[in-house]
Protein backbone atom coordinates (compact mmCIF):
# COMPACT_ATOMS: atom_id res chain seq x y z
CA UNK A 1 0.00 0.00 0.00
CA UNK A 2 1.66 3.41 -1.16
CA UNK A 3 0.53 5.76 1.64
CA UNK A 4 1.14 9.89 0.85
CA UNK A 5 2.97 10.98 3.68
CA UNK A 6 0.52 13.66 4.14
CA UNK A 7 -2.43 14.77 6.49
CA UNK A 8 -4.46 16.71 4.51
CA UNK A 9 -7.95 18.64 5.31
CA UNK A 10 -11.27 18.66 3.86
CA UNK A 11 -13.28 21.65 2.52
CA UNK A 12 -16.64 21.54 4.31
CA UNK A 13 -19.33 19.07 5.90
CA UNK A 14 -19.48 16.70 3.61
CA UNK A 15 -16.74 16.03 0.44
CA UNK A 16 -17.25 17.16 -2.57
CA UNK A 17 -16.33 14.96 -6.47
CA UNK A 18 -12.94 16.45 -6.98
CA UNK A 19 -11.95 15.64 -3.24
CA UNK A 20 -12.96 12.84 -3.32
CA UNK A 21 -10.65 11.68 -6.65
CA UNK A 22 -8.12 13.48 -5.18
CA UNK A 23 -8.21 11.62 -1.88
CA UNK A 24 -8.87 8.16 -3.89
CA UNK A 25 -5.75 9.03 -5.64
CA UNK A 26 -3.21 10.52 -3.09
CA UNK A 27 -4.17 7.90 -0.46
CA UNK A 28 -3.03 10.43 2.18
CA UNK A 29 -2.11 8.90 5.32
CA UNK A 30 -4.16 10.69 7.53
CA UNK A 31 -6.84 13.29 7.63
CA UNK A 32 -7.77 16.94 10.01
CA UNK A 33 -10.95 18.31 10.73
CA UNK A 34 -11.93 21.94 11.81
CA UNK A 35 -14.50 23.83 13.16
CA UNK A 36 -15.98 24.26 9.27
CA UNK A 37 -15.80 20.29 9.21
CA UNK A 38 -17.83 19.91 12.00
CA UNK A 39 -22.20 20.27 12.47
CA UNK A 40 -23.10 17.69 14.94
CA UNK A 41 -22.66 13.89 15.34
CA UNK A 42 -24.39 12.12 12.59
CA UNK A 43 -22.53 14.53 9.89
CA UNK A 44 -18.92 14.08 11.52
CA UNK A 45 -19.76 9.95 12.04
CA UNK A 46 -20.30 10.28 8.53
CA UNK A 47 -17.78 12.25 6.83
CA UNK A 48 -15.19 10.48 8.56
CA UNK A 49 -16.95 7.05 7.17
CA UNK A 50 -16.84 8.13 3.84
CA UNK A 51 -12.89 9.77 4.26
CA UNK A 52 -11.91 5.96 5.31
CA UNK A 53 -14.07 4.44 2.96
CA UNK A 54 -12.50 6.69 -0.22
CA UNK A 55 -8.84 4.86 1.14
CA UNK A 56 -10.01 1.49 1.47
CA UNK A 57 -8.54 1.47 5.27
CA UNK A 58 -9.08 2.93 8.77
CA UNK A 59 -7.10 5.84 8.43
CA UNK A 60 -6.56 8.19 10.99
CA UNK A 61 -8.23 11.37 11.49
CA UNK A 62 -6.85 14.40 13.83
CA UNK A 63 -8.55 17.14 15.43
CA UNK A 64 -7.37 19.92 17.57
CA UNK A 65 -9.57 19.82 20.69
CA UNK A 66 -7.19 20.88 23.57
CA UNK A 67 -9.91 22.64 25.36
CA UNK A 68 -10.08 26.40 26.31
CA UNK A 69 -9.50 28.73 23.49
CA UNK A 70 -8.80 25.54 20.82
CA UNK A 71 -11.38 23.48 20.16
CA UNK A 72 -13.13 22.12 17.34
CA UNK A 73 -16.19 20.97 19.27
CA UNK A 74 -17.78 23.01 21.27
CA UNK A 75 -21.34 23.45 23.00
CA UNK A 76 -24.46 22.88 22.44
CA UNK A 77 -23.28 19.52 20.69
CA UNK A 78 -20.61 18.63 22.94
CA UNK A 79 -19.02 19.94 26.57
CA UNK A 80 -17.31 22.71 26.73
CA UNK A 81 -13.79 21.52 28.80
CA UNK A 82 -10.98 24.54 30.18
CA UNK A 83 -8.10 25.15 28.62
CA UNK A 84 -4.17 23.23 29.99
CA UNK A 85 -3.71 26.37 32.37
CA UNK A 86 -6.15 26.22 35.43
CA UNK A 87 -5.20 22.06 35.93
CA UNK A 88 -1.71 23.58 36.76
CA UNK A 89 -3.36 25.88 39.35
CA UNK A 90 -4.58 22.98 40.86
CA UNK A 91 -1.08 21.39 40.62
CA UNK A 92 0.27 23.88 42.39
CA UNK A 93 -2.69 23.50 45.27
CA UNK A 94 -3.29 19.24 45.23
CA UNK A 95 -0.65 17.69 42.88
CA UNK A 96 -3.25 14.29 43.06
CA UNK A 97 -6.24 16.15 42.39
CA UNK A 98 -4.82 17.84 39.15
CA UNK A 99 -3.33 14.86 37.79
CA UNK A 100 -6.21 13.02 38.51
CA UNK A 101 -8.58 15.90 36.94
CA UNK A 102 -6.31 16.56 33.89
CA UNK A 103 -6.68 12.83 33.00
CA UNK A 104 -10.34 12.99 33.57
CA UNK A 105 -10.97 16.10 31.01
CA UNK A 106 -8.76 14.05 28.42
CA UNK A 107 -10.67 10.60 28.62
CA UNK A 108 -13.53 13.04 28.27
CA UNK A 109 -12.47 14.27 25.17
CA UNK A 110 -11.46 10.87 23.94
CA UNK A 111 -15.10 9.62 24.23
CA UNK A 112 -16.28 12.77 22.04
CA UNK A 113 -13.92 12.16 19.29
CA UNK A 114 -14.06 8.65 19.34
CA UNK A 115 -18.41 8.21 19.67
CA UNK A 116 -18.23 10.49 15.65
CA UNK A 117 -14.90 8.34 14.34
CA UNK A 118 -12.05 10.94 15.36
CA UNK A 119 -9.00 8.45 16.95
CA UNK A 120 -6.33 11.24 17.27
CA UNK A 121 -6.01 14.44 19.04
CA UNK A 122 -3.51 17.09 18.46
CA UNK A 123 -2.84 17.85 22.05
CA UNK A 124 -1.06 18.50 24.89
CA UNK A 125 0.78 21.61 24.06
CA UNK A 126 3.88 20.74 26.21
CA UNK A 127 5.48 24.19 25.67
CA UNK A 128 6.33 26.28 28.25
CA UNK A 129 6.15 29.85 28.27
CA UNK A 130 8.33 32.53 29.17
CA UNK A 131 8.30 36.28 30.07
CA UNK A 132 7.37 38.75 26.90
CA UNK A 133 6.61 35.38 24.37
CA UNK A 134 3.65 36.00 22.36
CA UNK A 135 0.13 35.18 23.58
CA UNK A 136 -0.62 32.72 21.20
CA UNK A 137 0.35 30.20 23.65
CA UNK A 138 -0.45 31.83 27.13
CA UNK A 139 -3.23 29.57 28.41
CA UNK A 140 -3.10 26.72 26.74
CA UNK A 141 0.10 25.81 28.50
CA UNK A 142 -0.25 24.17 31.70
CA UNK A 143 2.31 25.63 34.04
CA UNK A 144 5.70 27.69 33.64
CA UNK A 145 7.46 24.85 35.92
CA UNK A 146 8.57 22.25 33.01
CA UNK A 147 8.23 19.49 35.60
CA UNK A 148 4.60 20.22 36.32
CA UNK A 149 4.34 20.55 32.90
CA UNK A 150 5.74 17.01 32.01
CA UNK A 151 3.23 15.68 34.83
CA UNK A 152 0.36 16.84 33.51
CA UNK A 153 0.94 16.23 30.38
CA UNK A 154 1.78 12.57 30.98
CA UNK A 155 -1.94 12.73 32.74
CA UNK A 156 -3.52 14.01 29.72
CA UNK A 157 -1.96 11.09 27.23
CA UNK A 158 -2.91 8.58 29.74
CA UNK A 159 -6.61 9.91 29.36
CA UNK A 160 -6.97 10.07 25.59
CA UNK A 161 -5.02 6.51 25.95
CA UNK A 162 -7.48 5.13 28.11
CA UNK A 163 -10.30 6.21 25.45
CA UNK A 164 -8.77 4.96 22.52
CA UNK A 165 -6.92 8.36 21.26
CA UNK A 166 -3.71 8.92 20.20
CA UNK A 167 -2.45 11.90 21.72
CA UNK A 168 0.23 14.67 19.57
CA UNK A 169 2.73 16.44 21.44
CA UNK A 170 3.46 19.61 20.58
CA UNK A 171 5.06 21.88 19.63
CA UNK A 172 7.84 20.23 19.71
CA UNK A 173 11.22 21.07 20.51
CA UNK A 174 9.45 23.71 22.28
CA UNK A 175 7.03 27.01 21.06
CA UNK A 176 6.70 28.73 24.51
CA UNK A 177 9.59 31.39 23.94
CA UNK A 178 8.77 32.60 20.28
CA UNK A 179 7.46 36.78 20.67
CA UNK A 180 5.81 36.40 17.34
CA UNK A 181 2.61 33.80 16.35
CA UNK A 182 4.02 31.59 13.51
CA UNK A 183 0.92 31.18 11.74
CA UNK A 184 1.90 35.19 10.83
CA UNK A 185 5.41 35.70 10.81
CA UNK A 186 8.49 33.38 11.67
CA UNK A 187 9.05 33.46 15.28
CA UNK A 188 13.46 33.81 15.96
CA UNK A 189 14.26 32.66 19.45
CA UNK A 190 17.97 33.19 20.75
CA UNK A 191 18.13 31.44 24.01
CA UNK A 192 21.33 28.96 24.09
CA UNK A 193 21.47 25.67 23.59
CA UNK A 194 21.54 24.80 27.16
CA UNK A 195 19.09 27.13 28.59
CA UNK A 196 16.39 25.80 26.23
CA UNK A 197 17.55 22.12 27.22
CA UNK A 198 17.17 22.51 30.74
CA UNK A 199 13.62 24.17 30.69
CA UNK A 200 11.89 24.32 27.22
CA UNK A 201 12.90 20.95 25.92
CA UNK A 202 12.79 19.13 29.69
CA UNK A 203 8.59 18.28 28.77
CA UNK A 204 9.18 16.63 25.55
CA UNK A 205 12.01 14.58 26.61
CA UNK A 206 10.31 13.40 29.86
CA UNK A 207 7.16 12.29 27.62
CA UNK A 208 9.24 11.40 24.25
CA UNK A 209 9.87 7.34 24.59
CA UNK A 210 6.09 7.27 25.69
CA UNK A 211 4.28 9.46 22.74
CA UNK A 212 4.18 7.18 19.19
CA UNK A 213 3.26 11.11 17.68
CA UNK A 214 4.55 14.90 18.03
CA UNK A 215 4.16 18.09 16.06
CA UNK A 216 6.83 20.35 15.59
CA UNK A 217 7.35 24.26 16.00
CA UNK A 218 7.84 26.59 12.85
CA UNK A 219 10.74 28.89 14.59
CA UNK A 220 14.03 29.34 13.98
CA UNK A 221 16.54 29.04 17.06
CA UNK A 222 19.44 30.76 16.19
CA UNK A 223 21.84 28.47 18.68
CA UNK A 224 20.94 25.41 16.77
CA UNK A 225 20.60 26.21 13.54
CA UNK A 226 20.73 29.59 12.27
CA UNK A 227 19.19 29.05 8.97
CA UNK A 228 16.44 27.07 9.18
CA UNK A 229 13.17 26.75 11.55
CA UNK A 230 12.82 23.77 13.37
CA UNK A 231 10.58 21.73 11.01
CA UNK A 232 13.14 22.12 8.05
CA UNK A 233 16.12 21.55 10.11
CA UNK A 234 17.72 18.18 9.76
CA UNK A 235 20.46 18.97 12.55
CA UNK A 236 17.36 20.09 15.09
CA UNK A 237 15.59 16.77 14.13
CA UNK A 238 18.41 14.54 14.42
CA UNK A 239 20.88 15.91 16.66
CA UNK A 240 17.81 17.60 19.34
CA UNK A 241 14.32 15.41 18.85
CA UNK A 242 15.52 12.19 17.59
CA UNK A 243 18.76 12.36 19.71
CA UNK A 244 18.87 14.15 22.85
CA UNK A 245 15.37 13.55 23.47
CA UNK A 246 14.85 10.43 22.08
CA UNK A 247 12.00 10.61 20.56
CA UNK A 248 11.00 7.81 18.24
CA UNK A 249 7.42 8.53 17.07
CA UNK A 250 5.51 9.94 13.99
CA UNK A 251 7.12 13.24 13.98
CA UNK A 252 4.42 15.76 11.40
CA UNK A 253 4.61 19.03 10.69
CA UNK A 254 2.68 22.04 12.47
CA UNK A 255 0.39 23.45 9.19
CA UNK A 256 2.60 23.88 6.03
CA UNK A 257 0.56 26.83 4.74
CA UNK A 258 1.44 29.04 8.19
CA UNK A 259 3.51 32.36 7.15
CA UNK A 260 6.21 30.98 9.43
CA UNK A 261 7.25 29.23 6.59
CA UNK A 262 8.15 30.58 2.96
CA UNK A 263 8.41 29.21 -0.63
CA UNK A 264 6.22 27.11 -2.45
CA UNK A 265 4.23 23.88 -1.10
CA UNK A 266 5.92 22.11 -2.93
CA UNK A 267 9.10 23.28 -2.00
CA UNK A 268 7.95 23.07 1.88
CA UNK A 269 6.96 19.39 2.06
CA UNK A 270 10.04 18.14 0.17
CA UNK A 271 12.37 20.16 2.29
CA UNK A 272 10.55 19.15 6.04
CA UNK A 273 10.23 15.59 4.97
CA UNK A 274 14.25 15.79 3.48
CA UNK A 275 15.07 17.35 7.00
CA UNK A 276 13.60 13.83 8.82
CA UNK A 277 9.55 14.92 9.68
CA UNK A 278 7.64 11.83 8.08
CA UNK A 279 4.47 13.24 7.60
CA UNK A 280 3.21 16.59 6.14
CA UNK A 281 0.67 18.10 7.62
CA UNK A 282 -1.75 20.60 5.40
CA UNK A 283 -4.80 22.25 6.82
CA UNK A 284 -6.93 24.36 4.82
CA UNK A 285 -8.82 21.78 2.33
CA UNK A 286 -7.74 23.90 -0.69
CA UNK A 287 -7.91 21.15 -3.53
CA UNK A 288 -5.26 23.20 -5.40
CA UNK A 289 -3.16 23.40 -2.58
CA UNK A 290 -3.40 19.91 -0.99
CA UNK A 291 -2.25 18.77 -4.96
CA UNK A 292 0.67 21.11 -4.83
CA UNK A 293 1.97 19.47 -1.32
CA UNK A 294 1.48 16.12 -2.79
CA UNK A 295 3.71 17.23 -5.97
CA UNK A 296 6.27 17.84 -3.30
CA UNK A 297 5.29 14.98 -0.75
CA UNK A 298 6.59 11.30 -0.96
CA UNK A 299 4.89 7.73 -0.47
CA UNK A 300 5.53 6.35 3.39
CA UNK A 301 8.73 4.27 3.55
CA UNK A 302 11.07 2.83 6.23
CA UNK A 303 11.40 4.12 9.30
CA UNK A 304 8.43 6.68 9.10
CA UNK A 305 6.14 4.02 7.98
CA UNK A 306 7.13 1.93 10.73
CA UNK A 307 6.58 5.11 13.05
CA UNK A 308 3.36 5.74 11.09
CA UNK A 309 2.24 2.14 11.60
CA UNK A 310 2.86 2.18 15.23
CA UNK A 311 0.98 5.52 15.51
CA UNK A 312 -1.89 4.65 13.90
CA UNK A 313 -2.85 1.36 15.88
CA UNK A 314 -4.92 3.17 18.92
CA UNK A 315 -5.33 1.20 21.58
CA UNK A 316 -8.95 -0.21 22.27
CA UNK A 317 -10.94 2.48 24.50
CA UNK A 318 -11.66 1.05 28.44
CA UNK A 319 -15.21 0.78 30.61
CA UNK A 320 -15.98 4.98 31.11
CA UNK A 321 -19.09 6.48 32.31
CA UNK A 322 -18.98 10.36 30.69
CA UNK A 323 -21.66 11.32 33.25
CA UNK A 324 -19.98 10.36 36.02
CA UNK A 325 -16.57 11.59 34.70
CA UNK A 326 -18.11 15.12 33.46
CA UNK A 327 -19.36 15.44 37.42
CA UNK A 328 -16.05 14.02 39.14
CA UNK A 329 -13.97 16.70 37.23
CA UNK A 330 -16.70 19.72 37.74
CA UNK A 331 -15.89 18.24 41.46
CA UNK A 332 -12.16 18.37 41.20
CA UNK A 333 -11.79 21.70 39.86
CA UNK A 334 -14.39 23.21 42.41
CA UNK A 335 -11.12 25.10 44.08
CA UNK A 336 -9.67 26.57 41.15
CA UNK A 337 -13.34 27.72 39.95
CA UNK A 338 -13.62 29.88 43.34
CA UNK A 339 -9.97 31.40 42.80
CA UNK A 340 -11.30 33.00 39.16
Known amino acids: MSQLAAIYGCEGLSLGRKERAFFAD ?52 WREYPAAAPFGELYNMDRDAALEACRLKHRLIAHDLLEVGINADCAPVLDLPQPG ?3 IIGKRAFSRDPDVIAALGGAALDGLEAGGVQGVIKHIPGHGRATDDSHLSLPKVDATAADMTATDFAPFKALAARN ?19 T ?19 LMTDDLDMKALTGSLAGKTAAALAAGCDIALHCSGDLKAMQKVAS ?10 RRADRAAAAPAPDDFDPEAGAARLKELLTPVEAMA
Not at 34 to 47: G, H, T, V
Not at 212 to 230: F, G, K, Q, R, W
Request: proline fraction near 8%; charge should be negative.
Open 133 to 135: AHE
Open 212 to 230: PMAMTAHILYSSLDPANPA
Open 296 to 305: GCEVLTGDAR
Open 232 to 250: LSESIISDVIRGDMGFDGL
Open 26 to 77: ADPWGFILFKRNCEDRRQISALCADLRDIVGRHAPIFIDQEGGPVARLRPPH
